[in-house]
Each structure stands twice: as structure tokens, then as C-alpha cells.
């Protein structure tokens, strides 16, 4: 079983759409969580990280449930800039150097 | 936020010889460093971890005598692709990790990448 599992998509959403996308992890141990963003053919950018009480940065959400360990990233008001795939990070402890990437979800925002 | 570069940006060069990927962190010390492969459409694949002044850790599968990495200061690493062959064209990507402490030091930073061609 894979450390982190995401739906890979695509998403196709007309712009002005909320859009959400969920993220498993399987080590219940697992301490950080991120969102991180990625262009094509570009590196991977931090887009936040996901607290326990749940984060917002302007039209972005992000939550994590421990119990059913799931991190999921909220999109409101889609932009057309926001067309990316969407990689979610686990680190097994916030010193260690363990950190698992998802396959990302891809997002595609239509005019 | 902190700032990591890789050098070069995109290589090309024939079957069999080897190519130097360097990844420095600018702005900060690293006392980790990650190297990473993404093929087309797929997700990263962590390659190794380096930590500064010793021997970098290696994932299963990736061989150590091909992929030589170097981590000899807190702000550079560095990847030998030895003997390249077509196989390993990929998307290289570091990550750098600031020592702990510091304030976000869980969180890695990521070079702009290095595309390799290998003719």
C-alpha cells in the first residue's frame, strides 16, 4: 500500500468553481503534512501546511482529519492560474526526513 | 521564502558520459538535502538524502555507484550521474532542508530542476 494515495484527476472546472481534493495517508504516525503545487515542467512549490486546527490563505483551505487520516485542500473561486497539479506531502515526524509525495491531482481551470 | 538553485538548468550529453547536477541553498544552512527523478506525468521519486559531512542515504533501487551525491557544505550538494545512459533523461530535483531550529524547518525547499538529455 502506498504511503500517500490522491485521486490523480484531471479536474476540468469552469473558473469561479470551488473545487476540493483529498489526500490518504496510511502511517497513523505521520506528524507534517503540505500542500505543495507544481507547474509543468517546473519544481514543486510550497502552498501551505496543513495544521490540525485546519489553515486558510485567502481561497485556499486545507484540513487534516487524524482519525480517518486524510489532509484535503479546498479551491474557491478558481483562477485559470491556479490550473496545476496538486502534490500532497506527508513527513512521518517533524524532525525526521521522511517524506512521502502523492502522484499530485492534476487541475485544469476552463475559461 | 528561502531559495534554492540548481545548476545547470538543462543538459544534454552523449551515452556514456558524466554529468554534475549541483544544488545550493542561498539563503539558508542545509543540513538535508534530497534528490528527487519525476518521468513525464509521474510523481517525484526520492533518489537519496544527504546530510552534511556524511554518506547519503540511499532508496532502494537507485544505485549509489551510479548516482554519486556529494554533500560536502551546508549550502551545496551535489549529483554525479555517472556513465549516463538514455534511460536516465529525466527531470532531477533537489530539496533542501533547513537545520533544525529555525522556524519552517520541516519543510522542504525545491531547486527549479535540471533536465537531462542523454543522446
Known amino acids: 500500500r502506498k504511503e500517500v494515495e490522491q485521486d490523480p484527476g484531471p479536474f476540468n472546472v469552469p473558473e469561479g468553481a470551488t473545487v476540493a481534493f483529498n489526500c490518504t495517508y496510511s502511517n497513523s504516525a505521520s506528524q507534517s503534512f503540505f500542500w505543495y503545487r507544481q507547474d509543468c515542467r517546473k519544481e514543486p512549490k510550497l502552498l501551505m501546511s496543513v495544521y490540525s486546527s485546519g489553515n486558510e490563505d485567502g481561497r485556499f483551505t486545507a484540513q487534516l482529519n487524524r482519525a480517518s487520516q486524510y489532509i484535503s485542500l479546498l479551491i474557491r473561486d478558481s483562477k485559470l492560474s491556479d490550473s496545476a497539479t496538486y502534490l500532497c506531502?506527508?513527513?512521518?515526524?517533524?524532525?525526521?526526513?521522511?517524506?512521502?509525495f502523492g502522484t499530485g491531482t492534476s487541475l485544469t481551470v476552463i475559461p | 521564502g528561502a531559495v534554492v538553485s540548481q545548476h545547470p538548468s538543462w543538459v544534454i550529453c552523449k551515452s556514456g558520459t558524466s554529468v554534475k547536477i549541483e544544488c545550493r541553498s542561498l539563503d539558508f544552512q542545509a543540513t538535508t538535502m534530497f534528490w528527487y527523478r519525476q518521468f513525464p506525468k509521474q510523481s517525484l521519486m526520492l533518489m537519496a538524502t544527504s546530510n552534511e559531512g556524511s554518506k547519503a542515504t540511499y532508496e532502494q533501487g537507485v544505485e549509489k555507484d551510479k548516482f554519486l551525491i556529494n554533500h560536502a557544505s551546508l549550502t551545496l550538494s551535489t549529483l554525479t550521474v555517472t556513465s549516463a545512459h538514455p534511460e536516465d533523461s529525466s527531470f532531477y530535483i533537489c530539496?533542501?532542508?533547513?537545520?533544525?531550529?529555525?522556524?519552517?524547518?520541516?519543510?522542504?525547499?525545491f531547486g527549479p530542476g535540471t533536465r537531462l538529455t542523454v543522446l
Open positions: 530539496s533542501a532542508r533547513a537545520r533544525p531550529g529555525l522556524a519552517g524547518d520541516h519543510t522542504q525547499y
Open positions: 506531502v506527508v513527513n512521518l515526524s517533524n524532525t525526521g526526513n521522511q517524506f512521502y
